[in-house]
């Protein structure tokens, strides 16, 4: 707790307490020497206070006049503060553990999941904050990430499950097993670190909010009853709520008492749930949901047999997150989403139940709000057997309850991309509908027509080719002689990679080409690479697009001659700019060519000879030899930072 706790909300809350302190005789002197607005302190003098706010006080000093006197900062607040110091601590201690915010839950992550997951803690601190055993279904499974009200682990496949308080369950668990040491900290921090030493202060001067009886912040959990006269059950059904608990302990999950008149009715009661799953983003695949509730001793009952289900619905638009209403009776039976019903029987007492839910329920980015209520209550035409005077009830623990150990949770699994974390793309093959293609486009010139080793790398193909690729070629021209050129290709190759998340963060990339062919009748040793490409068109290559293709390397290893392969893929590695050059909204945009030589613009030695690199390219049958490019990438998980699926 801090002095800034007792703000304008307090003084006004209290503002009868504080002027009475203030004015009366005895103990007015005392409390006025308390604020320090004594003697020469103050212009106050004897007069009668009429307001005081944490930074001034008023008082009249002519019919219709008032003066008032300010201090620069939240004086009075903070001399309330350490002169009662004692009866705040007494007051808020309660509700202390909201200082063990998100904010210190993210802050120290690391920290709290090696206590989670180490093998010489685990068992000790799982037991602290209550999930160990039947009240979680964690098991023994690593976790990944805690949060004041939730726990996130992954599950069986590529998903993660997130296991939901309704309350900051957690936050009061830490808070309870180390009080001494939060006081002790909150005391150097309040009397001695952030006053002279700010560097190493612990963040704790401020250990309390408010002393609410029933502090909820975003979320609730409770009942609404309908109670009145006797009536029939349609009546009692479709009518209003009259008491709405949010404080007792008790979630009523199925709930009618008959009447003493055959088949009227006098009460009945719909629970209702919140859960904060705002840590579930919009782009999160949810596949299940489950919500667990405890039966205590004495919480089933059903004289007449009516075996009553449990049904969930939601979301239950509730007037309130943080308290519950009358009004949300009957939003419990007008949820939109279908609803989900469990059986009399998978209910015993000092167990936890469970119901399945209807995943359209949850919500992601915000409060899941639950309802539930007993199927003869939900179906129209189910009315319950009546017994005089009867109670029939299912009815578990809300996060209210005495002690800790018996909340309400719910576990939801989700997914963030559902594909996995590899992504094969290939080119189309001809015809090109609308995405990619890939070509070879070939220099290859008549005897005596050649060009110069300048001019031969320039200019437009000869032809362009979607069948096997002669991906590095080279031949001089024997009709011209030395110096003169008539061979030399480049190849496109473009994938449609805008399938992959546009939020994700792209490990490596590997572009494969499958070899068919080599020869080196030149002894050129020719070799290939993989550089950057603008064609002017996604899907139809032309002869113009020749000089189209760049000489920025995107893989760091050159495949040689010696080292093709022949009846296999030649797989070249991304480095980091080939990987930036993967569009993920769009088509990447890459080109083959013989490196040595023609990237690097060197001159070969002459020769008549032909030498060559063959490949195929996406116009053959099936895609067992065509191109591809494999892309491995992260997300980013709801844990902070990213995570690759499937790493441990």
């Not at 180490?118 to 279904?137: A, C, E, H, M, P």
């Not at 001067?205 to 912040?217: C, F, G, L």
Request: proline share 4%.
């Amino acid at each position: 707790m801090s002095y800034k706790t007792i703000g304008k909300d307090f003084f006004e809350r209290h503002q009868s307490k504080l002027l009475w302190l203030l004015n009366k005789p005895l103990v007015g002197k005392w409390f006025r020497r308390v604020l320090c607005i004594n003697g020469s302190k103050s212009a106050i003098g004897s007069r009668e206070i009429v307001k005081i706010v944490p930074n001034a006080i008023f008082w009249d000093t002519s019919p219709g006049q008032q003066t008032a006197e300010f201090r620069t900062n939240d004086k009075f607040a903070l001399r309330i503060y350490y002169a009662f110091l004692p009866v705040w601590l007494a007051l808020g201690y309660s509700h202390c553990y909201k200082a063990l915010s998100k904010d210190f839950f993210r802050s120290n992550q690391e920290l709290l999941i090696w206590l989670l997951n180490n093998k010489y803690t685990k068992q000790w601190f799982r037991w602290v904050l209550r999930i160990q055993g039947d009240r979680s279904q964690v098991g023994k499974k690593d976790i990944l990430n805690i949060l004041p009200h939730a726990i996130f682990w992954k599950g069986e496949t590529e998903e993660y499950v997130g296991e939901f308080r309704t309350h900051a369950k957690f936050s009061k668990r830490l808070y309870y097993a180390f009080r001494p040491l939060w006081w002790m900290c909150h005391f150097w921090d309040s009397l001695i670190a952030d006053r002279w030493i700010p560097k190493y202060s612990f963040g704790f001067a401020s250990i309390t909010v408010k002393p609410d009886a029933d502090p909820e912040t975003n979320t609730v959990d409770g009942t609404i009853y309908a109670t009145i006269a006797e009536d029939t059950w349609a009546t009692i059904r479709t009518g209003a709520g009259t008491l709405a608990e949010d404080d007792t302990g008790t979630m009523q999950l199925a709930y009618y008492v008959a009447g003493p008149t055959t088949n009227m009715w006098v009460t009945t009661g719909r629970g209702v749930a919140l859960f904060d799953t705002s840590q579930i983003t919009r782009k999160a695949g949810v596949s299940s949901a489950i919500a667990y509730i405890y039966i205590p001793v004495g919480g089933i009952a059903d004289p007449s047999s009516n075996t009553p289900g449990v049904v969930a619905t939601g979301p239950v638009l509730v007037q309130s997150d943080t308290s519950l209403d009358i009004l949300d009776y009957a939003a419990v039976l007008a949820a939109p989403a279908a609803a989900s019903t469990s059986s009399f029987a998978s209910w015993s007492e000092s167990a936890y139940g469970n119901i399945t839910l209807n995943t359209g329920v949850i919500s992601r980015e915000g409060i899941t709000k639950l309802g539930f209520t007993s199927d003869n209550d939900f179906f129209e035409d189910f009315d319950p057997i009546w017994g005089a005077d009867e109670l029939t009830k299912i009815s578990g623990r809300s996060s209210d309850s005495a002690g800790t150990a018996e909340d309400p949770y719910m576990v939801v699994n989700f997914a963030y991309f559902l594909r996995g974390s590899s992504l094969v793309i290939y080119p189309d093959p001809d015809p090109d509908n609308i995405t990619t293609m890939s070509a070879v486009a070939v220099k290859f010139l008549g005897i005596g027509v050649g060009e110069t080793w300048a001019n031969i790398r320039t200019g437009n193909a000869d032809s362009v080719s979607q069948e096997n690729a002669l991906i590095s070629n080279l031949q001089g021209d024997s009709g011209l002689g030395t110096g003169f050129w008539r061979r030399l290709s480049r190849t496109f190759l473009l994938f449609d990679t805008s399938s992959l998340p546009t939020s994700s963060t792209i490990t490596t990339g590997t572009l494969s080409i499958y070899g068919n062919d080599k020869f080196d009748g030149g002894g050129f040793s020719p070799d290939v690479n993989i550089y950057d490409a603008t064609p002017a068109s996604n899907t139809n290559i032309l002869t113009t697009d020749f000089t189209n293709i760049g000489s920025t390397a995107q893989c760091d290893t050159t495949i040689t001659y010696a080292n093709w392969t022949i009846s296999d893929y030649n797989d070249f590695v991304l480095n980091s700019t080939g990987i930036s050059n993967i569009d993920k909204s769009g088509v990447s945009k890459f080109g083959a060519r013989n490196a040595t030589n023609d990237a690097a613009n060197v001159e070969p030695t002459w020769s008549t000879g032909f030498s060559y690199l063959r490949c195929y390219l996406t116009n053959g049958v099936g895609l067992s030899n065509d191109p591809k490019l494999v892309v491995n990438y992260s997300i980013s998980s709801p844990f902070g930072g990213a995570r690759q699926f499937g790493e441990n």
